[in-house]
């Protein structure tokens, strides 16, 4: 089905660690986002990505990078992994200039947690 | 900037209850409104959508209406299911992301 598809589902690391999460679309979206869902706080945007080769801040940015690697790959990564991390990471794509009047298509979401 | 309050929950009702939700917002401009639905262990999917004032959104037996001398798009629903338990997130649009409530989770019992 088409989508936004995230890699992985869960992930365990050690506080230190590095990894990144990976996020694909299928629907020819330019604009790609990185959000962070924790309890009591709602969704959080870490990074976005309007359209290929660009990426801006948002929210939450610090701890984290990102890579726009083509129009279809949006990666998140983390270079030193701290338990504050540990969250739901959720992928989401729409048309540019779209969110709008659109809104996004979102992936099924990464359960990642720091220990 | 731009903001988005919801009513904390949970919201617990039982079967074939009416169900409001609220949701009120700050924005500069004229921002779109959105309801997502998040069922558990997945994503969130579009529920329903209003872009200017005075439109009301539907889906599934949902609606809401983008009121702008209120600043507020509160979900409602005339008798809500089992299916129906889940979090509800309010959300507005800048010009290419759009900023989130912290959710209400509904549970319904049968």
């Known amino acids: 089905n088409a989508g936004v598809t995230q890699t992985p589902k869960f992930q365990v690391l050690k506080t230190g660690q590095s990894m990144t999460l990976q996020c694909a679309q299928d629907?020819?979206?330019?604009?790609m986002y990185w959000y962070r869902q924790d309890p009591g706080m709602g969704l959080r945007l870490i990074y976005y990505?309007?359209?290929?080769?660009?990426?801006d801040k948002g929210e939450v940015p610090n701890g984290y990078n990102v890579s726009r690697l083509n129009k279809r790959e949006f990666s998140l990564r983390l270079e030193s992994a701290a338990p504050s991390q540990t969250s739901v990471y959720f992928c989401?794509?729409?048309?540019?200039?779209?969110?709008?009047?659109?809104?996004?298509?979102f992936g099924s979401g990464t359960r990642l947690t720091v220990v | 900037g731009n903001s988005v309050t919801q009513m904390e929950g949970p919201v617990t009702l039982s079967e074939e209850a009416f169900l409001t939700i609220n949701c009120t917002y700050t924005?500069?401009?004229?921002?779109?409104l959105f309801w997502y639905v998040q069922y558990p262990g997945e994503g969130l999917q579009l529920l329903l959508k209003?872009?200017?004032?005075?439109d009301k959104g539907s889906n599934k037996g949902f609606e809401a209406t983008y009121r702008k001398e209120t600043t507020s798009f509160h979900l409602e629903k005339g008798s809500v299911q089992v299916s129906d338990s889940a979090v509800y997130f309010c959300?507005?649009?800048?010009?290419?992301?759009?900023?989130f409530g912290k959710g209400t989770m509904l549970l319904v019992s049968p």
């Open positions: 924005a500069t401009g004229y921002p779109s």
């Open positions: 989401a794509s729409s048309e540019e200039g779209t969110a709008a009047n659109y809104g996004y298509t």
């Open positions: 629907m020819n979206h330019n604009s």
């Open positions: 990505s309007a359209s290929e080769g660009t990426t």
């Open positions: 209003a872009t200017k004032a005075d």
């Open positions: 959300a507005l649009s800048g010009y290419s992301t759009l900023t």
